[in-house]
């Protein structure tokens, strides 16, 4: 649901920019999802958020795997550990449901040798958040997993089977002191379980893990402001699922620093872009929970197999499609998709038609709608209820 106000005097202005935005996008050479480490010219870029080697990204991160992180977001365990570090908060942070209508978050960092001191409350690793990590070929840390029972397939089958490299508090090397608890809350134990992120490489170091990345997902970005669209998103509320409809996330857009503000985790939370991702949801009961007769819970599982979405950037929302492609997660610019297939089909009808039947119609990659920072993205049921409500208005 969008709710617009936006003065007219400003829409040509805007367009304009629109315009030139365009061309940047078609004309980009780097493309989310790309397999090489990005870098422009002699200056390394951050993949996760386009930081450059100039404003302090380390390059040689460029030549390590990505580290994710599985973070509480029960209301015991607000505000978490680490997220609104003033130095290393997460490069991304992916939230969606997980069971029981509560959602989790994922954490995501380019360059495990800047983390926080502390990371937390951990909690335990979910199939869909794995399989999310695996596109950027992370290395999946996490206090604990579910287990597969029945028709209920947990994280301990996808590891296995997908072959991914995991650090779970519950059998890892103690030696470390990678992990530990926290008791100055006044929160059951669940909540307490914490990382030291200063032992983190020490900790991948001796599980011996590949550290050379592979092919992974490399966001693009660009460098002007109002790059998303003359669509204004002053304030966003994303609702996950209906099961999940006390979870809303409220952001609001700040004109001074030209960031997304929320208060939902307890905290001043700051994110540059938020992209909301529509993905259909299934839930699958597991029975007899931790052992309890009778006690059966609703795991919910993500289908990771794209579909439509929104890019809110600089106060702007555009829309955008998504898909997994290659193992790599893919953003596509709509209007700048068919801005394309229209400029191709009236070349086919020109005289030029050779040259117009060698015109690409292959979708638009989001590109410069990136602005330089930190993502945070929304999954969002596409079936069970999902919804993204924006409103705004754009005054002098």
């Given at each position: 649901?969008?709710?617009?106000?936006?003065?007219?005097?400003?829409?040509?202005?805007?367009?304009?920019?629109?315009?030139?935005?365009?061309?940047?996008?078609?004309?980009?050479?780097?493309?989310?999802?790309?397999?090489?480490?990005?870098?422009?010219?002699?200056?390394?870029?951050?993949?996760?958020?386009?930081?450059?080697?100039?404003?302090?990204?380390?390059?040689?991160?460029?030549?390590?795997?990505?580290?994710?992180?599985?973070?509480?977001?029960?209301?015991?365990?607000?505000?978490?550990?680490?997220?609104?570090?003033?130095?290393?908060?997460?490069?991304?942070?992916?939230?969606?449901?997980?069971?029981?209508?509560?959602?989790?978050?994922?954490?995501?960092?380019?360059?495990?040798?800047?983390?926080?001191?502390?990371?937390?409350p951990?909690?335990s690793?979910?199939?869909?958040?794995?399989?999310?990590s695996?596109?950027?070929?992370?290395?999946?840390?996490?206090?604990?997993?579910?287990?597969?029972?029945?028709?209920?397939?947990?994280?301990?089958?996808?590891?296995k089977?997908?072959?991914?490299?995991?650090?779970?508090?519950?059998?890892?090397?103690?030696?470390?002191?990678?992990?530990?608890?926290?008791?100055?809350?006044?929160?059951?134990?669940?909540?307490?379980?914490?990382?030291?992120?200063?032992?983190?490489?020490?900790?991948?170091?001796?599980?011996?893990?590949?550290?050379?990345?592979?092919?992974?997902?490399?966001?693009?970005?660009?460098?002007?402001?109002?790059?998303?669209?003359?669509?204004?998103?002053?304030?966003?509320?994303?609702?996950?699922?209906?099961?999940?409809?006390?979870?809303?996330?409220?952001?609001?857009?700040?004109?001074?620093?030209?960031?997304?503000?929320?208060?939902?985790?307890?905290?001043?939370?700051?994110?540059?872009?938020?992209?909301?991702?529509?993905?259909?949801?299934?839930?699958?009961?597991?029975?007899?929970?931790?052992?309890?007769?009778?006690?059966?819970?609703?795991?919910?599982?993500?289908?990771?197999?794209?579909?439509?979405?929104?890019?809110?950037s600089?106060?702007?929302?555009?829309?955008?499609?998504?898909?997994?492609e290659?193992?790599?997660?893919?953003?596509i610019?709509v209007?700048?998709?068919?801005?394309?297939?229209?400029?191709?089909?009236?070349?086919?009808?020109?005289?030029?038609?050779?040259?117009?039947?060698?015109?690409?119609?292959?979708?638009?990659?989001?590109?410069?709608?990136?602005?330089?920072?930190?993502?945070?993205?929304?999954?969002?049921?596409?079936?069970?209820?999902?919804?993204?409500?924006?409103?705004?208005?754009?005054?002098?």
């Amino acid at each position: 649901m969008k709710k617009y106000k936006i003065r007219p005097y400003l829409a040509a202005a805007l367009a304009l920019v629109m315009v030139l935005c365009m061309i940047l996008v078609t004309g980009c050479s780097g493309e989310s999802g790309g397999s090489d480490p990005v870098e422009t010219g002699e200056v390394a870029v951050n993949p996760l958020t386009g930081q450059t080697s100039e404003e302090g990204f380390d390059e040689n991160a460029l030549n390590q795997r990505v580290a994710a992180f599985v973070v509480e977001n029960s209301p015991e365990s607000r505000p978490q550990w680490g997220m609104d570090d003033a130095e290393y908060s997460p490069d991304i942070v992916l939230q969606g449901e997980v069971e029981a209508g509560i959602t989790r978050t994922l954490w995501m960092y380019a360059d495990y040798n800047k983390l926080p001191e502390i990371i937390g409350p951990m909690r335990s690793a979910r199939p869909p958040y794995i399989r999310f990590s695996e596109l950027f070929d992370a290395v999946f840390i996490h206090w604990g997993q579910s287990s597969s029972k029945g028709m209920y397939v947990g994280a301990n089958t996808v590891f296995k089977q997908d072959g991914v490299d995991h650090i779970n508090q519950m059998t890892f090397d103690e030696s470390v002191g990678l992990f530990d608890r926290d008791h100055t809350r006044s929160v059951s134990m669940e909540h307490t379980g914490i990382l030291y992120g200063s032992k983190v490489p020490e900790a991948l170091e001796k599980a011996g893990f590949r550290t050379e990345p592979e092919e992974y997902t490399q966001l693009s970005f660009g460098r002007l402001p109002w790059l998303t669209s003359f669509e204004p998103a002053d304030t966003v509320k994303v609702k996950y699922s209906d099961r999940a409809g006390w979870e809303n996330t409220y952001w609001t857009y700040n004109s001074e620093d030209r960031k997304y503000h929320t208060a939902n985790f307890n905290n001043d939370f700051v994110r540059d872009n938020l992209l909301i991702l529509y993905d259909d949801t299934e839930y699958i009961d597991k029975a007899n929970y931790k052992g309890e007769v009778g006690h059966t819970v609703s795991y919910c599982d993500y289908a990771l197999g794209g579909g439509k979405g929104l890019l809110c950037s600089q106060g702007t929302v555009k829309d955008i499609e998504w898909k997994v492609e290659d193992g790599k997660l893919v953003l596509i610019d709509v209007a700048a998709t068919k801005a394309a297939e229209e400029k191709a089909a009236q070349a086919a009808e020109s005289e030029d038609s050779e040259e117009a039947s060698e015109e690409s119609t292959e979708p638009v990659l989001v590109n410069a709608s990136l602005y330089p920072g930190k993502t945070w993205i929304g999954w969002v049921s596409a079936n069970n209820g999902g919804d993204v409500e924006i409103e705004g208005s754009l005054d002098e």
